[in-house]
C-alpha cells in the first residue's frame, strides 16, 4: 500500500489548507489556460470564487484534513452534484488533465504526486460512470 494510505497524513503532504488551495488555485488556472479544458470550463460559472472554495474545502476532507466542505455545504453526493451536467470521458480528461499539470506544478513530493493522481482519478471516474448510467 501506498505509504500516504498508511501513516502519512495526505492532508499535511498537500501543504494543509495553504498547499491545497494552491493546488486548486492552479487548476482553475490551468482551466482557464488549456484550450483541453474548454469543455469543462464552459460547465462552469464565469467567476470562479464559489467554485474554488468548493473544491479546496472538498479536496481537504478527502485527503484527511478537517471536513470544511460539510462544515460550510453540507454532505455531498458527487455524482448526483454533478448530474446536471454531461460528464463523459472528454469531460473527465479535462478535468484530470487540468488537476495533473496543477499537481505537478506543486512543490510536492513525486511519491505524493503520483498518490494525489491515482487518488483523485477514482471520483473523476466514479463521476462518469454514474452520469453515464443515467443513475
Known amino acids: 500500500m501506498n ?3 498508511n501513516d502519512m497524513n ?5 501543504g494543509e489548507l495553504a498547499g491545497i488551495t494552491s493546488l486548486v488555485d492552479a487548476f482553475y488556472a490551468n482551466m482557464d489556460t ?8 464552459k ?8 467554485s474554488r472554495k468548493k473544491l479546496t474545502y472538498f479536496l481537504c476532507g478527502v485527503l484527511g484534513g478537517p471536513r470544511l466542505y460539510i462544515e460550510h455545504y453540507g454532505v455531498i453526493n458527487l455524482p448526483d452534484f454533478h448530474s446536471q451536467v454531461p ?3 472528454d469531460e473527465r480528461d479535462a478535468w484530470m488533465f ?13 511519491s505524493f504526486k503520483e ?3 491515482a487518488r483523485l482519478s477514482i471520483p473523476a471516474e466514479r463521476i462518469r460512470l454514474v452520469n453515464a448510467a443515467g443513475i
Not at 488549456?34 to 470550463?41: G, L, N, Q, T
Not at 460547465?43 to 464559489?50: F, K, N, R
Open 3 to 5: 505509504e500516504y494510505g
Open 10 to 14: 495526505p492532508y499535511r503532504a498537500a
Open 34 to 41: 488549456f484550450p483541453e479544458a474548454r469543455v469543462i470550463r
Open 43 to 50: 460547465m462552469h460559472p464565469e467567476d470562479l470564487t464559489e
Open 87 to 89: 460528464i463523459g470521458t
Open 98 to 110: 487540468c488537476m495533473q499539470h496543477a499537481i505537478a506544478a506543486q512543490p510536492y513530493e513525486a
Open 115 to 117: 498518490y494525489l493522481v
